[in-house]
């Protein structure tokens, strides 16, 4: 009954990573404690909370649910790669803005979830944006402010103009 | 993470007939993992036991959805975001497009997989209630042949099913008869996304000049897994709907009904609310508008 250690590769934010890992090792930890990327969060650590929201293969995870084996040959993008080149990606520019992020614990989830949405449906409703995010918990803002930052960045990618569209 | 890594071996054969072979080859000692929704949330708690697993995701014969002239067929891999984006599962089993966006959230909903679900055999588990009122067929595989059996005969107790232990659920098998039903489903939880279900019923029935001539109940929450509630159709069967019945119906589901109390809820509350959904239901069967 032992996980001998096996190695992996897969790519994080455009870059190919091998790590040499016991396989049923979660993604979130190897993110974080073998790639040092600690943008992602650790909330409740069953999948309740998003904080460890991640994209593998353009779709929205909770990393501390999958087994590190399934990242074998995925793509992975995690908030530490959205802002490009030092310019912040246009979602994080607006909860800069309208104070989508207060503690910050959730806010790279919430990041994670909300670039997922807009990657599948580039103006959504509050709605749509209240479901796409409804797996995220956030006990900082109420919520809205995050809302009203994703329809920010949703309507004017450069986020420059004003939010409280709806 | 209470868990320990290095405790838990797991192997990822890649198709299903390394995976059956597996199985055979040692009954009882591997353990399927598919999207590792249930099984990795107890092992960041510390508390998964199985020792060996074998991974099932990203094996293609178990990830599909076909609509054919008769029916549609789910495989077990099949996650629930791709049961949310079928057009088949949304024209023709629209309760069941409706449960699928109920489980936990998108996140979930990219890993969580059909067969998990039922194999999971939870009493509460969200897609139980719409098969079960779709007479839904599970398909069973081993290196023996595989078998159907209707999947009100899968779960046998709490947390036990009628698989051997060289057996994988292959897929679930739904007919196509049900467009002319009334349908109904509903959830009652803490809230309306992560929740999981304190109970929750479905129903399809036809009401021919105001006479229920058939009827399928099916429940979560309410038994130690998910069942159809045959006492209390059998009570509706036959009767047109007025208030008699219904405070008839209402009163067989309250004895038919084997809830518990548990973190979520209570006996008392679950089966209270389980015949008000069931009075909801009758009373929009007796009504003329168009199925819900």
Same mark, same amino acid.
Request: hydrophobic share 40%; proline share 5%.
């Given at each position: 009954?032992?996980?001998?250690?096996?190695?992996?590769?897969?790519?994080?934010?455009g870059e190919?990573?091998?790590v040499?890992?016991?396989?049923?090792?979660?993604?979130?930890?190897?993110l974080?404690?073998?790639?040092?990327?600690?943008?992602?969060?650790?909330?409740?650590?069953?999948?309740?909370?998003?904080?460890?929201?991640?994209?593998?293969?353009?779709?929205?995870?909770?990393?501390?649910?999958?087994?590190?084996?399934?990242?074998?040959?995925?793509?992975?993008?995690?908030?530490?790669?959205?802002?490009?080149s030092?310019?912040?990606?246009?979602?994080q520019?607006?909860?800069?803005?309208?104070?989508?992020?207060?503690?910050?614990?959730?806010?790279?989830?919430?990041?994670?979830?909300?670039?997922?949405?807009?990657?599948?449906?580039?103006?959504?409703?509050m709605?749509?944006?209240r479901?796409?995010?409804?797996?995220?918990?956030?006990?900082?803002?109420?919520?809205?402010?995050?809302?009203?930052?994703?329809?920010?960045?949703?309507?004017?990618?450069s986020?420059?103009?004003?939010?409280?569209?709806? | 993470?209470?868990?320990?890594p290095?405790?838990?071996e797991?192997v990822?054969?890649?198709?299903?007939a390394?995976?059956?072979?597996? @199985?055979?080859?040692?009954?009882?000692?591997?353990?399927?993992?598919?999207?590792?929704?249930?099984?990795?949330?107890?092992?960041?708690?510390g508390?998964?036991?199985?020792?060996?697993?074998?991974?099932?995701?990203?094996?293609?014969?178990?990830?599909?959805?076909?609509?054919?002239?008769?029916?549609?067929?789910?495989?077990?891999?099949?996650?629930?975001?791709?049961?949310?984006?079928?057009?088949?599962?949304?024209?023709?089993?629209?309760? @069941?497009?409706?449960?699928?966006?109920?489980?936990?959230?998108i996140?979930?909903?990219?890993?969580?997989?059909?067969?998990?679900?039922l194999?999971?055999?939870?009493?509460?588990?969200?897609?139980s209630?719409?098969?079960?009122?779709?007479?839904a067929?599970?398909?069973?595989?081993?290196?023996?042949?595989?078998?159907?059996?209707?999947?009100?005969?899968?779960?046998?107790?709490?947390k036990?099913?009628?698989?051997?232990?060289d057996?994988?659920l292959?897929?679930?098998?739904?007919?196509?008869?049900?467009?002319?039903h009334?349908?109904?489903?509903?959830?009652?939880?803490?809230?309306?996304a992560?929740a999981?279900?304190?109970?929750?019923?479905?129903?399809?029935?036809?009401?021919?000049?105001?006479?229920?001539?058939?009827?399928?109940?099916a429940?979560?929450s309410?038994?130690?897994?998910?069942?159809?509630?045959?006492?209390?159709?059998?009570?509706?069967?036959?009767?047109?709907?007025?208030?008699?019945?219904?405070?008839?119906?209402r009163?067989? @589901?309250?004895?038919?009904?084997?809830?518990?109390?548990?973190?979520?809820?209570?006996?008392?509350?679950?089966?209270r609310?389980?015949?008000? @959904?069931?009075?909801?239901?009758?009373?929009?069967?007796?009504?003329?508008?168009?199925?819900?």
């Amino acid at each position: 009954m032992s996980g001998s250690q096996c190695t992996l590769r897969f790519t994080v934010n455009g870059e190919n990573c091998a790590v040499q890992v016991p396989p049923m090792k979660r993604l979130l930890d190897v993110l974080r404690e073998d790639l040092h990327l600690t943008g992602t969060k650790e909330g409740c650590g069953e999948g309740e909370c998003g904080s460890c929201s991640v994209r593998m293969d353009g779709e929205l995870v909770n990393s501390c649910l999958v087994p590190v084996l399934h990242a074998e040959g995925a793509n992975i993008q995690t908030v530490d790669g959205l802002a490009a080149s030092g310019t912040l990606h246009p979602l994080q520019q607006a909860f800069l803005k309208y104070g989508g992020a207060q503690c910050g614990i959730c806010t790279p989830g919430m990041l994670m979830a909300a670039t997922q949405l807009l990657s599948i449906n580039p103006h959504p409703t509050m709605a749509e944006i209240r479901e796409g995010l409804a797996g995220n918990l956030c006990r900082c803002t109420g919520f809205i402010r995050i809302f009203e930052s994703v329809i920010a960045a949703a309507h004017n990618p450069s986020a420059d103009q004003g939010a409280h569209a709806r | 993470m209470r868990g320990n890594p290095d405790a838990h071996e797991i192997v990822a054969p890649g198709c299903l007939a390394a995976v059956l072979d597996l @199985l055979t080859g040692a009954p009882g000692e591997w353990t399927p993992i598919a999207g590792g929704t249930e099984l990795m949330v107890a092992h960041a708690a510390g508390r998964l036991a199985a020792s060996r697993l074998v991974s099932l995701w990203g094996i293609r014969e178990l990830r599909f959805i076909t609509t054919g002239a008769k029916g549609i067929s789910i495989g077990a891999g099949a996650t629930f975001r791709d049961l949310r984006g079928d057009a088949g599962i949304a024209d023709h089993l629209p309760l @069941l497009a409706k449960a699928a966006s109920w489980i936990g959230s998108i996140a979930n909903q990219s890993r969580a997989t059909v067969g998990g679900n039922l194999v999971n055999g939870s009493p509460a588990a969200d897609s139980s209630p719409a098969l079960l009122a779709y007479d839904a067929e599970v398909e069973l595989v081993s290196v023996r042949g595989s078998r159907r059996i209707p999947y009100s005969e899968f779960h046998t107790g709490y947390k036990r099913n009628a698989m051997a232990p060289d057996e994988l659920l292959l897929a679930v098998h739904l007919p196509l008869r049900f467009a002319r039903h009334r349908r109904y489903l509903r959830k009652v939880g803490t809230r309306r996304a992560m929740a999981i279900s304190k109970v929750a019923l479905a129903g399809t029935a036809i009401v021919e000049e105001g006479v229920v001539s058939e009827l399928r109940l099916a429940a979560a929450s309410l038994a130690p897994f998910p069942a159809r509630l045959y006492e209390t159709e059998a009570a509706l069967v036959g009767k047109s709907i007025d208030s008699r019945t219904i405070e008839s119906a209402r009163e067989v @589901l309250l004895t038919e009904a084997r809830p518990i109390d548990d973190i979520r809820s209570t006996a008392e509350y679950r089966k209270r609310v389980a015949a008000n @959904l069931l009075e909801e239901f009758l009373l929009e069967l007796r009504s003329e508008g168009s199925p819900k």
